[in-house]
């Protein structure tokens, strides 16, 4: 099956400003991010979705594909659909949506993402790794529950799921999921997904994946024993992927 993979970088992060050039280990962010999606050879193409002719610039002199999509999308989904309908990239059987803040990328999330839709018959899949309990208490983790056969039932910032008995500690702990901000779609239903209306839970928890569940559209989860590696949000953040680079990039090779 024909895969296009989309990476939307949006260029006005409020917490960490300019957010996809700033640079990691001497190169632009998103440029960072393309690299490895390009690395892990899930993609038939990948292309940069953005706002910015800056983003898209340093995207192609980097050797890179990158497309201007609408500033005025409220989500990565949205942007990335734009991508999708394009006459040129009306020829794809998958979809993937790797967010411009996530370098460190798990490869098996990516694949496994892809899988949901390419082999387990999702329209939508996502990824999720086990997690320690204490990511229960951190609302920037976003974490998720799942049916036995996969299909995701909500996801959530508060700690689902919550221990109501202590009894039950060691089942619950062993079910604790965080989200991974990767996305796999049919066409047809990434179309459908931004159709929609924004969903009321979507606006409370601001979680757009609310919004297709919401509506009744399942979406396939595949779980990794990978350990948890943030996005880049804040300062700190690029600072901790810097110092963390070389590490990484010697494992994964």
Request: glycine share 6%; with cysteine.
């Amino acid at each position: 099956m024909r895969t296009l993979a989309v990476i939307p970088a949006r260029l006005g992060a409020t917490r960490l400003p300019r957010k996809p050039l700033r640079l990691l280990a001497g190169v632009p962010l998103v440029v960072r991010v393309l690299e490895r999606v390009v690395s892990l050879d899930v993609a038939d193409r990948c292309i940069v979705a953005t706002d910015s002719r800056e983003i898209a610039e340093e995207v192609v002199r980097a050797g890179g594909e990158a497309v201007l999509t609408d500033a005025a999308h409220p989500s990565g989904t949205d942007r990335v659909a734009e991508v999708a309908a394009r006459a040129d990239c009306r020829g794809f059987h998958a979809i993937v949506n790797v967010q411009g803040d996530e370098p460190f990328v798990s490869a098996a999330a990516v694949r496994g993402a892809l899988a949901q839709v390419t082999e387990q018959g999702f329209a939508l899949g996502t990824a999720a790794l086990r997690a320690a309990p204490d990511a229960l208490r951190r609302p920037d983790v976003v974490k998720v529950v799942t049916a036995d056969d996969g299909t995701a039932m909500y996801f959530s910032r508060a700690p689902i799921p919550f221990l109501r008995d202590a009894a039950d500690a060691a089942e619950r702990d062993a079910r604790v999921l965080h989200h991974v901000g990767v996305y796999a779609y049919t066409p047809d239903a990434l179309a459908r997904w931004v159709a929609l209306p924004v969903h009321p839970l979507e606006r409370i928890e601001r979680l757009e994946q609310l919004r297709p569940l919401a509506h009744g559209m399942r979406m396939g989860v595949a779980i990794t024993d990978d350990a948890a590696r943030s996005g880049i949000d804040t300062e700190e953040d690029l600072e901790l992927a810097n110092s963390q680079w070389a590490t990484f990039t010697t494992t994964e090779s």
